[in-house]
């Protein structure tokens, strides 16, 4: 049994065999590929004179330009380090002494006295014809082509009267005030159930559309029991209302009231305070129970709670 399973198994044709031979050999070929590449490539030398070369370079050009920026002209129009001069570079010495001055005022004569070239003393001029000033003795060291040093040798020469700084005109610019005559508007106060919409846009804050809407409100009531009742109308910000609420009174006009006992569904739907499911409500109460006897008899209703009571009741009547 067990041979013919190996027998099976590990028993090959010619032509297996041959196929194995082949794969084997494929494989191995594969494996040493590798190691074979290295016989049929040849490594080029790279030359890296080249590339160091312009390596170098590039490191000249930026010392150079790093130079530079310490650099400003001199009289002969080349550049000279203001720290430190160039090896083998001189620049002719210039008879200089030093005295008290005054770089607001002191003249050419008297800057080529302490020292100074040509060209910086043309520097220094134009600056003081646009209008530039020196404040204090320091501010001599910001002078283009005045070398550290030559700064540092003047500074305590330096007598400065006192100078005014001066401001962009924005800044000292003179603002006339223009005044227009102006009379605060005075408002009488406003019995709020007979004012029309003119008297209600007299008070601040109030518009055309705000007036309108406050008397449409008061209209559908019936009239207004309390100054309160103005801010609950539509849109109206209660900032306006409190900035105005001092110049409303209320008068003696009665508000109308509506008869619960014979009044239909529609007349009292269209009260603000009642709209259509309290309407109801009291008219099913009184089919099914009978006319009320009193205003407060609507109490009973389940829906009507003390804060609506309170808030309807002056609006209702029995008879």
């Given amino acids: 049994m067990w041979r013919d399973f190996i027998k099976d198994y590990f028993s090959f044709t010619a032509k ?30 790279v030359d890296h004179k080249e590339f160091e070369k312009e390596i170098a370079q590039l490191k000249i050009a930026k010392n150079d330009s790093t130079r530079n920026k310490n650099f400003n002209k001199n009289y002969e129009n080349e550049y000279v380090n203001d720290y430190s001069l160039p090896a083998g570079k001189k620049l002719p010495a210039i008879p200089a002494e030093v005295f008290y001055f005054d770089p607001n005022t002191a003249t050419a004569d008297d800057w080529q006295r302490l020292g100074l070239r040509d060209k910086t003393i043309k520097t220094i001029q134009n600056y003081i014809l646009k209008g530039g000033k020196f404040y204090k003795p320091e501010d001599i060291s910001k002078i283009w082509g005045l070398s550290p040093s030559d700064a540092k ?29 102006y009379t605060p508007k005075i408002v009488q106060s406003i019995d709020i159930n007979e004012a029309d919409t003119s008297a209600f846009i007299s008070l601040r804050g109030i518009g055309s559309k705000l007036s309108l809407r406050i008397v ?22 209660d900032s306006t209302f409190q900035s105005i609420k001092r110049f409303l009174s209320l008068g003696n006009t009665p508000v109308k009231k509506i008869n619960i006992n014979a009044a239909s569904i529609d007349e009292m739907k269209t009260h ?14 009184r089919q099914q129970h009978g006319n009320f ?19 309807l009741s002056p609006y209702l009547s029995v008879e």
């Fill in 153 to 181: 040798r003047l500074i305590p020469y330096v007598k400065i009267k006192t100078v005014a700084k001066e401001y962009p005109s924005s800044e000292k610019k003179e603002y006339t005030k223009t005044t227009s005559p």
């Fill in 293 to 311: 006897s009193s205003v407060a008899g609507i109490k009973k209703i389940m829906i009507v709670s003390d804060e609506i009571f309170v808030k």
């Fill in 216 to 237: 449409s409100f008061r209209d559908k009531l019936g009239g207004f029991y309390s100054i309160d009742q103005v801010g609950e109308t539509y849109m109206l910000p």
């Fill in 272 to 285: 603000p305070y009642l709209r259509y499911n309290l309407a109801n409500a009291i008219f099913q109460y």
């Fill in 16 to 45: 297996e065999r041959k196929g194995a031979i082949i794969i084997v050999v494929i494989i191995l070929l594969i494996l040493s590929a590798p190691l074979l590449f290295s016989y049929f490539h040849k490594n080029i030398p």
